[in-house]
T-cell receptor
Framework: ELKVEQNPLFLSMQEGKNYTIYCNYS?????LYWYRQDPGKSLESLFV?????AVKQEGRLMASLDTKARLSTLHITAAVHDLSATYFC??????????FGTGTRLTIIP | GAGVSQSPSNKVTEKGKDVELRCDPI?????LYWYRQRLGQGLEFLIYFQGNSAPDKSGLPSDRFSAERTGESVSTLTIQRTQQEDSAVYLCASSFRTGGGYGYTFGSGTRLTVV
């Protein structure tokens, strides 16, 4: 059974600081996704990572993938309040259903 | 349509009643997925459709849960004899086809409260 773990589950950080969210998965994956969810809202797609060594960046967020370690990271640079949200990673394998991690609730403190 | 539409957005029902949740995927999207999100939790896979067929129903938690899709479009998730533990947000997503490379678009969800 494919398992996806994220850490930390909760993250409180000051504006301007850098931090990294980690996503580990248990078996070979086809693709890895990062999503953002604001309270009471649906999921917004951030990144899709397809291959080992893939790196994608959008604004203050950068995602990377190491398929050998079965690890993806979401790095936040110089955090701003607008980045406060819950971030989920998800992987697909085989029949293409998304298997989600537990989520990381990020709070940016002024 | 422009996005994935779910209805109702909120539903409060009494324990033991049946409920139907609807999902309208993006036009032309052949793959459709249902997920459940309990308060403060991640997303649990329930079922997915490719066209009108459901190759994977492994996430349906009990035989009280069923889903169908018609015309390779609208899908309905039915929960019979609702229980309090069924309270959650039910999210639907669609994709151009299975294969993941086309991405997934999520609806805004139906918040179900069983009292």
């Amino acid at each position: 059974e494919l398992k996806v773990e994220q850490n930390p589950l909760f993250l409180s950080m000051q504006e301007g600081k850098n931090y990294t969210i980690y996503c580990n998965y248990s078996t070979t994956s086809d693709r890895l996704y990062w999503y953002r969810q604001d309270p009471g809202k649906s999921l917004e797609s951030l990144f899709v990572l397809l291959s080992n060594g893939a790196v994608k960046q959008e604004g203050r967020l950068m995602a990377s993938l190491d398929t050998k370690a079965r690890l993806s990271t979401l790095h936040i640079t110089a955090a701003v309040h607008d980045l406060s949200a819950t971030y989920f990673c998800a992987v697909t394998f085989g029949n293409e259903k998304l298997t989600f991690g537990t989520g990381t609730r990020l709070t940016i403190i002024p | 349509g422009a996005g994935v539409s779910q209805s109702p957005s909120n539903k409060v029902t009494e324990k033991g009643k049946d409920v139907e949740l609807r999902c309208d995927p993006i036009s032309g999207h052949t793959a459709l997925y249902w997920y459940r999100q309990r308060l403060g939790q991640g997303l649990e896979f329930l079922i997915y459709f490719q066209g009108n067929s459901a190759p994977d129903k492994s996430g349906l938690p009990s035989d009280r849960f069923s889903a169908e899709r018609t015309g390779e479009s609208v899908s309905t998730l039915t929960i019979q004899r609702t229980q309090q533990e069924d309270s959650a947000v039910y999210l639907c997503a669609s994709s151009f086809r299975t294969g993941g490379g086309y991405g997934y678009t999520f609806g805004s969800g139906t918040r179900l409260t069983v009292v």
